[in-house]
Structures are given as C-alpha cells and as structure tokens.
C-alpha cells in the first residue's frame, strides 16, 4: 500500500526512534480539543497513528465556558489528558491555574472568524463593516458560538458597530452546538464562528471572513496537561501538528499554520 504525502513527509520528519515503536511501548495519548481545529485534526491523527503506533483518544469541547464538555470544566472534575488544544489564551489560564505545563505550549494556528447563512439563503454584502451593519440591522436572528468568536463577536465586534443594544433581543449565544447547525436548521439568519468550524457544516453557505477593521485572530495553542500520563507521547503528536507535514491539512481547513518557532 502506497504511504499517502502527509504520512511521508511526517516519516521523515520525526527520530527513527519514534518510528520504531513497538507494540509493548505504544501509548493511548488522551487529547482534548476544541472546534477550531478539529477538522484538520481527525484528518491527521491516523497518519500519526500509523507513524507511531500510538492510540489517539479524543474528547470534544469548548475551550472556554461552563457546559459539561467544556476543556475547563472536564479537568476540574478529573478527566484524563495528556494533550490539550485550545484557544492560546484559555490554554494560558489551564497554565496559571497549574493544569498545563507552561513550557511545553506551542502555538499551532491563526482562525478568522467568518459569517455563514443557511443555503440558498440570499448572502448580505460583508464586504465593510458598514456594510455589515447594515445586514446584521436587516435580520430577526443572529447566532455566535460561546468560545472566543463568540465573546469577540457579542462584547466587543457589535459595540464597535454602534448596535450593541439593537443586538441584545436577536443575538443568541449558542453553548457546545457548532453555529453552522443551527444556522443550517433555519434557527438563526446569519452565525458568526470560526472559519475552520463553519467549513464542515453542511446546510449552509460561507458568506466569507469579517471584513478588515473588524476581524480578530484567534490563535489556538497545544500543551501537555499537567497530569499526563504518557507525556512524551502527547510532545510527538504536537510535534506532528506544528510540523510541516501537517500544514496543507491545516490550511485546507480554513486556518493559517503558525511556522515552529514563530512569535505572534
């Protein structure tokens, strides 16, 4: 069977040593992750798992708020992790409340937020931020995600906007549900989330990114999790993630690769 490009480049890339795992030394590497990069993920995690011979167990979350699948909330009452993949800044709190290990964090992507209608729905000029204030005014239902678009979208994006009283009674916070569903099912006119998270929902159209003057970066971060089990294994998968190897899955999902080393 022919090794796909990603699984190549990802064996050459990594020590021989690692490659040369046996069955007695392979590790069940527990990752939490949350949306940004998920699709990129599920994408990758195989070939890293043929490379290594290592299991990759998941669990899903925001990387902020208080629902029961919330990255915070899963390691306050003693799930197991050895990988972490979040928002930078959330990862930055796990670290100064002693739940991640601060020199093993390493940033792995940018995430515009974009703006999504359910198919087939007409698509308002987002173009400028006038212009997008004039079709966030025009609807009756507005969604935002409860991670870090969300909060940049409802406390700061609709004051720069002039409309943040207008917004109270038909923006809606949508807690653990992917926004693109619930745009989809006709529950919203217009959802504002990361573009890497809008991508994989079907049922709805990608109008495009925030225009400039509004957009806001989010970067999400990877770290060791202060009670990893199998430590070593979860520093190989994050290697992987930032590797070259991995960039064109990334950037196929709607993220900008961070290069290993860069400063944001």
């Known amino acids: ?3 796909s490009t990603h699984f190549r480049a990802f064996a050459l890339a990594i020590p021989s040593v ?28 195989p070939e890293f798992e043929r490379a290594t011979g290592h299991k990759v167990l998941t669990a899903y979350g925001p990387s902020m708020g208080t629902t029961a699948n919330a990255i915070p909330v899963r390691l306050d009452r003693g799930e197991a ?9 959330a990862l930055d709190g796990l670290i100064k409340n002693g739940k991640a290990i601060a020199d093993s964090k390493i940033d792995l992507v940018k995430s515009p937020i974009a703006v999504a209608v359910r198919s087939g729905a007409p698509k308002p000029d987002i173009s400028t931020p006038d212009a997008l204030k004039r079709a966030l005014l025009a609807v009756k ?8 678009s969300g909060v940049y979208v409802s406390t700061e994006m609709f ?45 709805i159209d990608i109008i495009g990114p925030l225009p400039d003057g509004l957009q806001k970066i989010t970067v999400f971060s990877a770290g060791i999790a202060t009670a990893s089990k199998e430590p070593d294994a979860g520093k190989a998968l994050i290697k992987f993630l930032a590797s070259p190897a991995a960039r064109a899955e990334i950037a196929k999902s709607g993220l900008d690769p961070i290069p290993a080393g860069a400063t944001n």
């Open 1 to 3: 069977m022919r090794l």
């Open 18 to 45: 690692i490659l040369l795992t046996v069955t007695a030394a392979a590790a069940e590497v527990r990752v939490m992750i949350s949306g940004g990069l998920t699709a990129a993920y599920k994408a990758l995690v």
């Open 81 to 89: 992790a050895d990988v972490l993949i979040m928002v930078g800044y």
């Open 141 to 148: 239902t507005i969604a935002y995600s409860d991670s870090a």
């Open 159 to 203: 004051g720069k906007l002039g409309i943040a009283d207008e917004m109270k009674d038909k923006a809606r916070k949508i807690p653990a549900t992917p926004v693109g569903e619930i745009v989809a099912r006709g529950d919203a006119e217009i959802g504002f989330q990361q573009m890497s998270e809008l991508k994989p929902v079907e049922g």
